[in-house]
């Protein structure tokens, strides 16, 4: 991609992005009309929509060659990774946006080719940007990001969600179970964009989760690749830019040993 054109997307990223902040934050002032999706714990609100829509409309004026994929459905039927495109989704985290009016975020991940070039994680309601941008680094507001220690499990805290704990069809929970013990503490925040941020920005040492939407981790892939951070599946396998994965992110060293407790 030209430097031009790098930059042009970059201006238009962070200018939309604070504008779709500023459009969430104001919607606390209405009534939010909230429907179900698969089933009850499955939200969305008009506002995942509205914000979705709005940058469509925005990238479709000003990069009409680009794509949208997006977590509601308002953009293009994405069969390949060829071309720029854009993972959107406009409410990462959409129970924290209606039950806590925090710990929600606007998640935006572009991809050239299949290839990360750019990616904003935007913190709502503490107006922080994270944004890397390929080869040149990741930062939180106007801070750059250090490259990612190795850390051990035992000094390590971790973002899990506590259904992985228990019995359930995707992981053995003795596994992770294991990993919880061992580890300095857990913590889960109900944001996959945040919880990938937090990795690549060291407040939290790892993060796992066994089913993930590609808007849910596009962004996030592009910060960790910047800092160094590793991410794969739960089993350690590459993960499918296009589809659902589980998601093992961590610092090095960490996630090599979580993996090990994972996979034998
Ligand atoms: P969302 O709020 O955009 O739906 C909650 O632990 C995290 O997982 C959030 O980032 C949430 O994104 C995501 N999530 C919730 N249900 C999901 C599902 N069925 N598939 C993929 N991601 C999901
Ligand atoms: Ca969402």
Request: glycine residues 8%; negative net charge; aromatic residues 8%.
């Amino acid at each position: 991609m030209e430097k031009e054109t790098c930059i042009k997307i970059e201006e238009a990223a962070k200018a939309w992005t604070a504008e779709a902040a500023e459009m969430l934050q104001k919607s606390f002032e209405d009534t939010l009309t909230i429907t179900y999706k698969s089933h009850i714990a499955d939200l969305v609100t008009n506002m995942d929509k509205n914000i979705e829509k709005f940058f469509i409309e925005k990238i479709q004026k000003v990069f009409p060659d680009h794509k949208v994929l997006g977590e509601e459905g308002y953009g293009d039927e994405i069969q390949d990774t060829s071309g720029i495109i854009w993972i959107i989704d406009p409410i990462d985290g959409t129970t924290n946006f209606i039950h806590q009016q925090s710990n929600f975020a606007i998640s935006i991940g572009i991809y050239e080719d299949g290839k990360g070039i750019m990616g904003l994680i935007y913190d709502v309601g503490n107006q922080n940007l994270y944004f890397a941008k390929d080869g040149k680094g990741a930062f939180l507001n106007d801070y750059k990001l250090p490259k990612l220690d190795k850390t051990t499990l035992s000094e390590a805290v971790i973002g899990v969600n506590a259904t992985w704990v228990g019995p359930n069809k995707r992981i053995n929970h003795e596994n992770v179970q294991e990993i919880v013990r061992k580890s300095r503490g857990t913590r889960s925040y109900g944001s996959a964009a945040i919880e990938l941020a937090y990795v690549a920005s060291g407040k939290l040492d790892a993060y796992m989760t066994m089913r993930l939407s590609p808007w849910d981790f596009a962004a996030g892939l592009i910060l960790l690749n910047e800092v160094g951070g590793i991410a794969t599946n739960t089993d350690g396998k590459p993960i499918q830019l296009l589809k659902q994965n589980s998601i093992l992110a961590a610092r090095p060293g960490l996630h090599e040993e979580i993996l090990n407790v994972l996979v034998r």
